[in-house]
């Protein structure tokens, strides 16, 4: 699976909207872009993922560009509860395949 | 939809001791399971995947006699540390996958926390 580059932290301030990239210049036609989130001493929740159309959720936005290489993730109003390491991952679709985690992007939500 | 347990939320044991943590997906029936461990300040690392009714594929440098995964069915996924050792402290997190017309997007369990004296 192809790697990704996100970088290492973020602040946003409450109630803006958190914009989070993501490259992963590597992508093949058949990978998809997946994004979790981290809330500290948790187990990861899944946000969303897109293969190159952008994607919009209860959650998030992602906008992916359209030669792939890149993405964005979009909280459209973050809140301080939104604090967490977002993890951007892309993977071949299929059950059995697992996901590598990078080092994500620990996003802080500022009052 | 798509929820994912895990029993129990944490446990302290002395070493030497055994120790089983449950993964369950609540609301689907899960056709691969994956076990992942994460030492502080780390990210998530895979040791094992598990296919109901098989046995699980295991991670390189994760020992399969130490770390027992059972997958007897859909639902349910444990993972025993047998002989445990202060260095096996960790967070233990599964997922799940429904797989098949039901997507591939992986569910993660709330995790355990573990201490080995």
């Known amino acids: 699976d192809a790697k990704t580059t996100q970088p290492t932290s973020m602040d946003c301030a409450e109630g803006r909207a958190a914009n989070l990239p993501c490259n992963h210049s590597t992508i093949s036609g058949n990978e998809y872009v997946y994004w979790y989130r981290q809330i500290h001493s948790q187990g990861p929740q899944y946000i969303i993922h897109?293969?190159?159309n952008n994607e919009t959720n209860e959650m998030a936005s992602l906008i992916i560009t359209e030669d792939r290489k890149s993405s964005t993730l979009i909280l459209p109003h973050a809140t301080l509860r939104d604090t967490a390491v977002y993890y951007c991952i892309v993977k071949k679709r299929g059950s059995a395949r697992q996901l590598t985690f990078g080092s994500g992007t620990q996003l802080t939500v500022l009052p | 939809g798509a929820v994912v347990s895990q029993h129990p939320s944490r446990v302290i044991c002395k070493s030497g001791t055994s120790v089983k943590i449950e993964c369950r997906s609540l609301d689907f029936q899960a056709t691969t399971m994956f076990w992942y461990r994460q030492f502080p300040k780390q990210s998530l690392m895979l040791m094992a995947t598990?296919?109901?009714?098989?046995?699980?594929?295991?991670e390189q440098g994760v020992e399969k006699d130490k770390f027992l995964i059972n997958h007897a069915s859909l639902t349910l996924s444990t993972l025993t540390v047998t002989s445990a050792h202060p260095e096996d402290s960790s967070f233990y997190i599964c997922?799940?996958?429904?797989?098949?017309?039901?997507?591939?997007?992986?569910?993660f369990g709330p995790g355990t926390r573990l201490t080995v004296l």
């Open positions: 598990s296919n109901e009714g098989s046995k699980a594929t295991y």
């Open positions: 897109g293969l190159k």
């Open positions: 997922s799940a996958s429904a797989g098949g017309s039901a997507g591939d997007t992986q569910y």
